[in-house]
């Protein structure tokens, strides 16, 4: 099986092995939107209606971006009753 190449951009991405409260994925969910809105990630799914799940957050959250350049994906995981999750490449 061939991997894609990872372009510079993708390289530079700020990933988190462990997030440990909510406030900290939202951080990143901020981060993730910058992405997109620099032009050159997409969103690729998720389940987070931004407002809402601020004031009524479901039992998992999960956000996922694509590179428009070379095709890779980051995904943001967060579990609320458990209080962690991830950002991470890949799905």
Known sequence: MSKSK???????????????NLEAFFTLHDYAKNLI??????????NIPDELAKQW????????????????????WFDVFDNKGTFKKGK
């Open 6 to 20: 990872m372009c510079d951009g993708c390289k530079a991405v700020q990933t988190a092995k462990k997030v440990e």
């Open 37 to 46: 809105d620099g032009g050159e990630y997409e969103y690729d799914g998720g």
């Open 57 to 76: 957050p479901q039992d998992g959250l999960w956000y996922r971006i694509k590179c428009k350049t070379c095709s890779q994906t980051f995904t943001m």
